[in-house]
């Protein structure tokens, strides 16, 4: 699969604006997501991340700002 198949498949997931936790992300099979998510931001579009603990655990979400 090609990359911007797969920013594209990123893309549509975190349109929501929701946050998106990683596991979700990762559940596209998608091998480097951080990779394409920074394709995708220096095409212009604003993703943040958010990084959160439940417990002892360290958890990682994203969401797009502005497309």
Known sequence: MDKTTQ???ILA???SGEWIALPAIMGLHIAS???RIHELR???HVI????YW???SRHVAYR???P
């Not at 943040?48 to 990084?51: F, L, S, V």
Request: positive net charge.
């Open 7 to 9: 920013a594209n498949r």
């Open 13 to 15: 997931l975190l349109s």
């Open 33 to 35: 997501h951080t990779r």
């Open 42 to 44: 220096k095409a212009g």
């Open 48 to 51: 943040e991340r958010r990084d």
């Open 54 to 56: 439940h417990g002892t």
């Open 64 to 66: 797009l700002v502005r």
